[in-house]
């Protein structure tokens, strides 16, 4: 079945760092992939999407591409603030229509 | 444009006790899910309905829970008897319609524990 792998967390960067955050993943088909972010004490939010193959998905700073060659659907930011530390989850719809999450990753971000 | 809303924001029962949790969807949301989000895991489908009718409840531990969403707008997820391993935190979630394109918008939760 589809699944999604995040890399191991949690992160801890200073203020204005570089962010990465790997995703991967395992579906048949032409998935969407998404991003979601969860803020302390708040409901899980979309961040970015992509729906097909070498789309960029973009949002506050956060921009993520659809590389289908690598399976992959890696989060970045090129200078973090603190107001971005939260919960991040990459996920995918696959032909099933299903949202399909990865295990998620704290982001701490000190000033 | 109001949000998706869950009730109650925690709750803490004893094993074996019963517990429910609403949901109200945002308006016109034809589509409305029900998630467990086990601490360090993403979030799990439990449920799909569309309008009144279920979709998909093929991970919906059904000896003990179930749910319902009477006239196709607002559900109540309920566990009965409650298990331990229930502790979890509930997400609701809806969207316009069932599509993979159609983005889902999640309430805030209910954070469950099972003493």
């Known amino acids: 079945g589809d699944s999604v792998t995040q890399m191991e967390g949690p992160v801890t960067l200073s203020e204005e760092a570089f962010l990465t955050i790997n995703c991967t993943y395992t579906?048949?088909?032409?998935?969407?992939l998404f991003w979601y972010v969860q803020y302390p004490g708040e409901g899980l939010q979309l961040l970015l999407k992509a729906t097909k193959a070498d789309d960029k998905g973009s949002n506050k700073g956060f921009e993520a591409t659809y590389r289908k060659e690598t399976t992959s659907f890696h989060l970045e930011k090129g200078s973090v603030q603190v107001s971005d530390s939260a919960v991040y989850f990459c996920a995918l719809t696959g032909a099933n229509s299903k949202l399909t999450f990865g295990k998620g990753i704290t982001l701490s971000v000190r000033p | 444009e109001a949000g998706v809303a869950q009730s109650p924001r925690y709750k803490i029962i004893e094993k074996r006790q019963s517990v429910a949790f609403w949901c109200n969807p945002i308006s016109g949301h034809a589509t409305l899910y029900w998630y467990q989000q086990i601490l360090g895991q993403g979030p799990k489908l439990l449920i799909q309905?569309?309008?009144?009718?279920?979709?998909?409840d093929s991970q919906l531990p059904k000896d003990r829970f179930s749910a319902e969403r009477l006239k196709g707008v607002d559900s109540t997820l309920k566990i009965q008897p409650a298990k331990l391993e229930d502790s979890a935190v509930y997400l609701c979630a809806s969207s316009l319609d069932s599509g993979r394109y159609n983005e889902q918008f999640f309430g805030p939760g209910t954070r469950l524990t099972v003493l």
């Open positions: 579906a048949t088909g032409y998935p969407s």
């Open positions: 309905f569309q309008n009144n009718g279920v979709v998909d």
